[in-house]
């Protein structure tokens, strides 16, 4: 699994001209899905994105966690984080299919949840306009094989 965080002041996700999800302060993440990818990997993933210290403390370091800090969590999906850019025209064979990547997607969702987050969603599969006031900027891209 791959993950593009970003940590924003702010972030939303509209589809069809209505706003689907929406958050405060927290981090933006778009999930991408490997066909190689189990369950092990998105709960790795949903572990790492629920722990990364980059929220800054009182000496204005990034040492606090989102939990501590209040974050809130906007997760997209977003196949083309696995393109194959060889060519001109990227490949995107080895990005899961939607059988496969509903449910690992859904799986970091409710692994987040668990943690205590309040987690907003885009809606797999449809076009979605996002809009987010990047905090930092701070962005992060996480790999399963290399966590």
């Not at 999930?31 to 790492?48: F, M, N, Q, R, S």
């Not at 449910?103 to 449809?126: H, M, S, W």
Request: net charge negative.
């Amino acid at each position: 699994m791959r993950a593009v965080v970003t940590r924003v002041l702010s972030a939303s996700v509209e589809i069809g001209g209505e706003i689907a999800g929406e958050i405060g302060k927290g981090f933006l993440i778009l999930l991408g899905v490997h066909e190689d990818d189990t369950e092990a990997e998105a709960k790795k993933i949903a572990d790492k994105i629920c722990g990364l210290r980059v929220f800054e403390d009182e000496q204005g370091k990034m040492n606090i966690a989102p939990g501590p800090a209040g974050a809130e969590l906007l997760i997209i999906s977003q196949f083309t984080l696995f393109a194959d850019c060889r060519s001109r025209r990227p490949g995107f064979s080895h990005a899961a299919r939607p059988e496969k990547a509903i449910p690992l997607y859904e799986l970091v969702i409710r692994e987040c949840r668990a943690r205590g987050f309040k987690v907003e969603t885009g809606r797999f599969g449809a076009e979605m306009f996002v809009a987010s006031v990047n905090d930092g900027p701070i962005t992060i891209i996480l790999d399963t094989k290399e966590l």
